[in-house]
């Protein structure tokens, strides 16, 4: 298996946006949807976005609805998080991850991108 590359963290003002990527290879876009996760200090996991693997739909988590679009390049296979009005609360570790019911479907996880928000 080859993991996912995520990068385009940073550090920005609350308010401000960032671009996050996410490189990826067989079997991501094959099949299932295709998503991102992130982690804060001390917290779970857990699920922010996902696409169809074709990107026909999309859908997010309630804290990430209306700030945050998911989009995808079959062909490069990656996969792209435009997150807008960053909150404090936004920071944490990005991962991708192939999507089933809102939790991941692999058990390896790339290193991640880290997003700090500052008040």
């Known amino acids: 298996q080859v993991q996912p590359v995520e990068s385009g963290g940073g550090l920005v003002q609350a308010g401000g946006s960032l671009r996050l990527s996410c490189a990826t290879s067989?079997?991501?876009?094959?099949?299932?949807?295709v998503g991102w996760f992130r982690q804060a200090p001390g917290k779970e996991r857990e699920f922010v976005a996902a696409?169809?693997?074709?990107?026909?739909?999309?859908y997010y988590s309630e804290s990430a609805e209306g700030r945050f679009s998911i989009s995808s390049d079959i062909e490069k296979r990656t996969l792209y998080l435009q997150m807008n009005k960053l909150k404090p609360e936004d920071t944490a570790a990005y991962y991708c991850n192939e999507v089933i019911g809102r939790q991941p479907r692999f058990d390896f996880w790339g290193r991640g991108t880290q997003v700090t928000v500052q008040v």
């Open positions: 696409t169809a693997y074709n990107g026909h739909y999309t």
């Open positions: 067989e079997p991501f876009f094959s099949s299932y949807d």
